[in-house]
């Protein structure tokens, strides 16, 4: 049973995101504030969902919020800060634009930097414990997905439609095979070492 509130103020955001440890793609945030009424027994961490599952809920977690925030950060960034700190910039970057604006945040897994000045806590594995967070993981899955499925239109031999942008065999192999593109992250080790390849 999910929990609906971590703190006792009136105006808690829950965030979250996905595709830290892809190949490719960008890193996706999400942050939610809940209707006070909010109630929704399918929900769970994202990943215990099915994909299915997953996009039958955002509409729903949508229209119960009292506002969300999706963004996504791409691969020129995450080389740049590395993962970690663009995970967390993306994070930062929901939460400074909802409204109203929230009076605390939680956040899923152990590491955040404070913004604006409102009181944080981190919670481990917080996506299978409390709604809003849960609700922030399905949303950055869902938008993140799509997000991949659109670029994998534009080179489909990395079947990013599929993989998403993780690191499967056949995401390397295509990888080795073809080079990588622009939505590749240069600072990940796109390939085992024994394949490494001047790409020049």
């Given at each position: 049973?999910?929990?609906?509130?971590?703190?006792?103020?009136?105006?808690?955001?829950?965030?979250?995101?996905?595709?830290?440890?892809?190949?490719?793609?960008p890193v996706t945030a999400a942050a939610v504030i809940l209707r006070e009424d909010f109630s929704l027994d399918l929900l769970n961490d994202s990943k215990q969902l099915s994909e299915k599952t997953r996009f039958k809920l955002r509409p729903l977690i949508e229209e119960m919020?009292?506002?969300?925030?999706?963004?996504?950060?791409?691969?020129?960034?995450?080389?740049?800060?590395?993962?970690?700190?663009?995970?967390?910039?993306?994070?930062?970057?929901?939460?400074?634009?909802?409204?109203?604006?929230?009076?605390?945040?939680?956040?899923?897994?152990?590491?955040?930097?404070?913004?604006?000045?409102?009181?944080?806590?981190?919670?481990?594995?917080?996506?299978?414990?409390?709604?809003?967070?849960?609700?922030?993981?399905?949303?950055?899955?869902?938008?993140?997905?799509?997000?991949?499925?659109?670029?994998?239109?534009?080179?489909?031999?990395?079947?990013?439609?599929?993989?998403?942008?993780?690191?499967?065999?056949?995401?390397?192999?295509?990888?080795?095979?073809?080079?990588?593109?622009?939505?590749?992250?240069?600072?990940?080790?796109?390939?085992?070492?024994?394949?490494?390849?001047?790409?020049?």
């Open positions: 049973m999910l929990l609906p509130k971590y703190s006792n103020f009136q105006i808690e955001t829950g965030t979250d995101e996905a595709g830290r440890g892809c190949l490719a793609g919020t009292i506002c969300y925030k999706v963004v996504h950060l791409d691969p020129v960034v995450i080389d740049e800060i590395n993962i970690l700190n663009a995970s967390i910039r993306a994070m930062q970057q929901c939460i400074t634009e909802l409204t109203p604006k929230p009076e605390y945040i939680i956040v899923d897994g152990n590491r955040f930097k404070p913004v604006e000045g409102i009181p944080h806590s981190c919670i481990i594995k917080g996506d299978g414990k409390y709604l809003s967070i849960a609700a922030a993981s399905v949303l950055a899955k869902t938008y993140r997905d799509e997000y991949m499925e659109r670029i994998h239109e534009e080179f489909p031999m990395y079947n990013w439609k599929q993989n998403k942008g993780y690191p499967t065999k056949e995401h390397r192999e295509a990888i080795r095979k073809y080079g990588p593109t622009k939505y590749h992250r240069m600072s990940f080790q796109l390939l085992p070492t024994q394949l490494e390849m001047d790409f020049g």
